[in-house]
């Protein structure tokens, strides 16, 4: 071995065992932090002593632990562990698996030779209220907790797999802004992009803040609904990836400034990865200004994109205007050229999207009609979108669907 093979070894050894030991710490947080909001949980269903701390229990409880020496366990961060253990009910931490579960963060209050993981024993279906480790005194019943779970309507795929999954994957800061989504279907549509796209908290957050599950195509696709609440997939079609309104608030503009095509164009790509965020995950830019020569005329696209989970080629026209009719025209010209000059033989038909500051359903309806779905046209913002004025255009866009369903039954 040569010294730069000894120092390269070294390095690598070191990086991967930083990162092992850093996804060990994130999981023990999660389940440490998890078990004492359970406990919370139970104390105040339960507690023999309850009423005598009654509404300054997290207060109480901090300050004692306080005195204890014990920090990071402030009365806002016990309210947070409870929070989240009231979000997943049905997590298990007896089912983690060592070296990332219970013994690893419990064997050092274990005298020698007992038990490393409490027996769980059930009576008619039903944990028994009283199940503690062996001599170690750690409450490991939820009776609570687990009649939540049992109540709650919830996701049958969303199983104890999937919350350890959730629990090893993601930080507590990720779940604890998962448990403010009080529906589950909502809340499971975050989780799965978390998860598939890896999400910083900061994304998260902005994500949610944009209205992403409302605006999303999903929305407005009922069989892609359906999948996502009986298998947990986002389904990978043209309509479900598709949003609209996309929101651009990373440009840093104000909604009255008014923006020229190539500055919008040039305020994009700067952003490039907020961009991509925002498109959602799979597009790979291709280029911009993708020149079509047609004899000896010049017509150039605005950027260029290619979808790996669609396997085909998107391209993405911006318009400083709401949308006209002949827009439409524009991109139909553009997705036929790259259909037969530059998409290969084993790719899907390419699709376009025409990104407008604001469109008329019913214009876009039969400007788009003939073109079996290889045009979208999709509103941008440069601000977040208001609940309100998102929620009337949702309202307009299932009216038109709705209407197209009975024509087309009709």
């Given at each position: 071995m040569k010294f730069e093979g000894l120092l390269d070894n070294i390095i690598q050894l070191h990086l991967a065992s930083q990162q092992a030991a850093g996804?060990?710490?994130?999981?023990?947080?999660?389940?440490?932090?998890?078990?004492?909001?359970?406990?919370?949980?139970?104390?105040?269903?339960?507690?023999e002593d309850r009423a005598e701390y009654g509404k300054k229990l997290m207060p109480n409880l901090a300050e004692s632990l306080s005195l204890q020496g014990i920090q990071g366990f402030s009365a806002s961060n016990l309210k947070n562990f409870r929070q989240v253990a009231l979000a997943y009910p049905g997590f298990d931490p007896s089912s983690s698996a060592s070296p990332l579960g219970l013994s690893s963060l419990i064997s050092p209050l274990l005298p020698t030779g007992s038990s490393e993981e409490a027996e769980i024993r059930q009576t008619s279906g039903e944990l028994e209220s009283e199940k503690r480790q062996a001599?170690?005194?750690l409450f490991l019943a939820f009776p609570s907790l687990q009649r939540r779970a049992q109540a709650e309507a919830d996701l049958e795929?969303?199983?104890t797999d999937w919350l350890r999954r959730l629990f090893r994957a993601l930080s507590f800061s990720h779940l604890l802004e998962l448990s403010r989504v009080e529906n589950p279907l909502q809340r499971a549509f975050y989780e799965l992009h978390c998860l598939k796209e890896g999400w910083s908290i900061r994304e998260l957050k902005r994500q949610k803040g944009s209205l992403l599950y409302e605006r999303a195509g999903l929305s407005k696709d009922k069989e892609g609904l359906m999948a996502l609440a009986r298998e947990g997939k986002l389904l990978e079609t043209p309509q479900t990836i598709i949003r609209d309104p996309y929101v651009l608030e990373f440009l840093g503009v104000a909604s009255q400034t008014y923006l020229t095509e190539s500055e919008l164009e040039q305020g994009l790509l700067e952003q490039l990865q907020s961009f991509l965020f925002e498109l959602g995950s799979g597009f790979c830019l291709m280029g911009r200004q993708y020149r079509i020569t047609m004899g000896t005329n010049h017509y150039f696209l605005d950027l260029l994109f290619y979808h790996r989970d669609l396997r085909c080629l998107v391209a993405i026209d911006l318009k400083v205007e709401p949308f006209r009719h002949e827009h439409a025209g524009q991109m139909n010209f553009y997705v036929n050229y790259l259909a037969?000059?530059?998409?290969?033989p084993d790719e899907n038909p390419p699709i376009g999207i025409l990104l407008c500051t604001d469109k008329d359903a019913a214009e876009v309806?039969?400007?788009?009609?003939?073109?079996?779905?290889?045009?979208?046209?999709?509103?941008?913002?440069?601000?977040?979108?208001?609940?309100?004025?998102l929620a009337q255009w949702l309202q307009e866009e299932r009216m038109l669907l709705e209407a197209r369903e009975e024509n087309h039954h009709g």
């Open positions: 996804q060990t710490l994130l999981h023990l947080m999660n389940l440490r932090n998890w078990l004492v909001g359970a406990w919370i949980v139970e104390y105040e269903q339960g507690g001599s170690g005194g795929w969303k199983d037969e000059n530059v998409a290969r309806h039969y400007a788009t009609g003939h073109m079996e779905q290889s045009v979208f046209v999709s509103r941008y913002l440069v601000q977040l979108p208001s609940e309100e004025r």
